[in-house]
């Protein structure tokens, strides 16, 4: 019945918030380490808050919350190289596809379903991910940030894949952890859509999805 499964990367794919989190403790840490005047949990605050105010994406991050100290310049250029070189260590151990999600991928293609992915993350970091995570050459499709500057629900990005893919939406199940973006997204443009509760951490619960799934690996018993 379908002919394609799209997915949303980070949540669905890999475990994102873990990274994030696990990544910016070892950056806070780092950082007081190297002489910040303030405690883990108070940087730790900060730079969550950032990625609240501009954006988990946000490239800055480490400046802006090392700037509100008023430091000297090599010294705050110290602490936020410190910062940096700790968060970039920390992902490499930690971000990784949740499990069996390479297994499920090979299956679906065994059983003749084309897989592409649909991801708000800029071009560079989504593909990061994707290499750091052993899924790089899993992939028919790679839309990500960069290639409409879109972000679902909007409609672009998902236009844009199948577009690439030459498929109707129809033939189509659009895998994701948010509802208000993925699932949304997905089902104005006429997917069918799958919540990835496991990646679920927004309050939201609406809009509905066709298909829930709590393991990955679930997915073979709706794609067919
Ligand atoms: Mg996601």
């Known amino acids: 019945m379908f002919k394609a499964v799209l997915f949303d990367v980070d949540n669905t794919l890999l ?3 873990t990274f994030k989190k696990e990544s910016a403790k070892a950056a806070a840490h780092a950082m ?22 501009k954006g988990i994406e946000y490239q800055k991050t480490f400046y802006e919350v090392v700037k509100q100290y008023e430091l000297e310049i090599n ?8 910062a940096i070189v ?8 930690v971000l990784h596809a949740y499990p069996m999600v390479r297994p499920t991928l090979r299956k679906l ?4 379903i084309r897989i592409g992915v649909v991801s708000d993350a800029p071009r560079n970091k989504a593909w990061q991910r994707l290499v750091i995570a052993g ?11 960069d290639d409409t500057m879109e972000k679902k629900p909007n409609p672009s990005p998902f236009f844009v894949a ?5 498929l109707l939406p129809s033939a189509c199940l659009f895998v994701g952890d948010n509802p208000e973006r993925d699932i949304k997204g997905a089902k104005e443009v006429g997917m069918r859509t799958c919540l990835a509760k496991y990646g679920l951490w927004t309050r939201a619960k609406e809009p509905k999805a ?6 990955f690996e679930e997915l073979l018993n709706i794609v067919k």
């Not at 010294?75 to 410190?82: F, H, L, N």
């Not at 700790?86 to 151990?93: I, L, P, Q, V």
């Open 15 to 17: 475990d994102f918030l």
């Open 32 to 53: 007081v380490e190297h002489g910040l005047p303030a405690t883990e949990m108070e940087v730790y605050g900060k730079i969550f808050a950032t990625y609240d105010a």
């Open 75 to 82: 010294k705050a250029e110290r602490i936020q190289q410190a």
């Open 86 to 93: 700790a968060y970039s260590k920390k992902k490499f151990e």
């Open 109 to 112: 293609k065994e059983r003749g």
């Open 135 to 145: 899924l790089e050459n899993e992939f028919e499709v790679v839309v990500t940030h």
């Open 162 to 166: 199948l577009k690439k893919m030459n």
């Open 210 to 215: 066709d298909y829930e799934i709590d393991k």
